[in-house]
């Protein structure tokens, strides 16, 4: 026997993923885990039994309600689903996915299209923070066709800026959880930062690369591999995220001098596949360090003020990601005070498919 839920598969930003009405789905988050694993196809490398599509990028999952928040129209939980393991993760956000909220909402009747542009405000569960993607409405309707370029997706979309607000150590508790610019761990400088993702900023060279390597070769490097990770797993406690053993933050990026006239070039472990681009909240994060004088990224990118509001581009493997910044830094220099005022980016989203998903009947009643 098998159960159908109602489902719509989209691409988001550089993602792809399953949408849920989280009213369709079990209330008890280990039953729905299942039922999640078992759509997506997970635990096998390949996913062959199930919607995803054998990386990291592709097995992800919104799950969407209506908000009771004044803040908010919708309430959006990501739920990262591993390839290769039995597990389901809710420890981080994903911008990308996110981008896919906005549409899904406005064509759930959840928000009423507000002109050519439809602001659609949104809780990012995972942190207790907030973002407003604004929608292309043109007609009364959701579009996904328009000249909107983003790097790591082919072809053009609509455009869907999000503007997120008051994301600041929304994982970590403080933007450098730490309490400092700059630590040292295993003879190795980084920087902790959460501007909305948990990230290790660490020098591309220390680890005899160049940082411009791709990531298939990255990910090949074993011995690079298992130092990365013991440092992660040190650096979970002193960030405020516990034992990150079977987290998926923080992510490690590597960073390395410009290559295209960007700021710095990046390369994201994330944390065991290394990402064809970035991750949306990574790169506010990573343009977040660049002005922050003394941090790893600050070092390599130069001096860099965004008090009047400055364009970032973060460089990475498929291209680049421009993020729109306003932040003031003042007081010690080695534990200076940070605010953010403004972090905006582009997104574009795409609606794939929408149906039912089937999974075997007996998970809903057995899953512990």
Excluded at 261 to 269: A, C, D, I, K, P
Excluded at 302 to 323: K, M, N, Q, R, Y
Excluded at 342 to 352: I, M, V
Aim: net charge negative; aromatic share 4%; proline share 7%.
């Amino acid at each position: 026997m098998l159960t159908a839920i109602p489902c719509t598969v989209m691409r988001g930003g550089t993602s792809k993923g399953l949408y849920f009405d989280a009213a369709d789905l079990p209330a008890d988050p280990a039953v729905r885990n299942q039922i999640l694993l078992a759509a997506m196809g997970s635990p096998d490398v390949r996913q062959i039994d199930g919607m995803g599509g054998a990386h990291s990028l592709t097995s992800k999952v919104a799950v969407l309600s209506r908000s009771d928040h004044p803040d908010a129209d919708v309430d959006y939980l990501f739920l990262q689903v591993a390839v290769d393991r039995a597990e389901v993760s809710d420890s981080q956000n994903c911008g990308n996915i996110l981008a896919g909220v906005g549409p899904w909402a406005i064509e759930a009747g959840w928000v009423p299209v507000a002109g050519d542009v439809t602001p659609v405000r949104i809780q990012m569960v995972n942190s207790a923070s907030f973002a407003t993607a604004l929608v292309p409405t043109p007609g009364g309707q959701v579009t996904y066709d328009g000249g909107a370029r983003i790097d790591g997706v082919p072809g053009t979309a609509a455009p869907i800026p999000l503007e997120f607000l008051d994301v600041a150590g929304s994982s970590c508790g403080a933007l450098l959880p730490t309490g400092a610019v700059r630590d040292r761990v295993d003879g190795v400088d980084v920087t902790c930062i959460d501007n909305g993702m948990p990230i290790v900023l660490l020098r591309a060279a220390d680890f005899g690369l160049l940082g411009t390597e791709a990531p298939e070769v990255l990910e090949a490097d074993s011995a690079l591999k298992t130092r990365i990770e013991a440092l992660r797993l040190k650096l979970g406690p002193r960030m405020n995220l516990g034992d990150v053993a079977k987290k998926t933050v923080p992510k490690m990026t590597l960073v390395a001098p410009a290559q295209n006239g960007g700021v710095l070039t990046t390369r994201s472990f994330i944390p065991h596949r290394v990402h064809e681009a970035i991750g949306v909240l990574g790169a506010v994060s990573v343009a977040t360090a660049c002005v922050i004088p003394g941090s790893i990224a600050a070092e390599i990118a130069g001096p860099i003020s965004a008090e009047a509001g400055l364009v970032l581009d973060i460089e990475h493997p498929t291209g680049f990601f421009s993020v729109d910044m306003v932040a003031q830094v003042s007081g010690d220099p080695l534990k200076p005070d940070v605010r953010v005022t403004r972090s905006a980016l582009l997104r574009t989203a795409r609606k794939l498919m929408q149906g039912m998903v089937f999974v075997p009947a007996s998970l809903w009643e057995t899953a512990p």
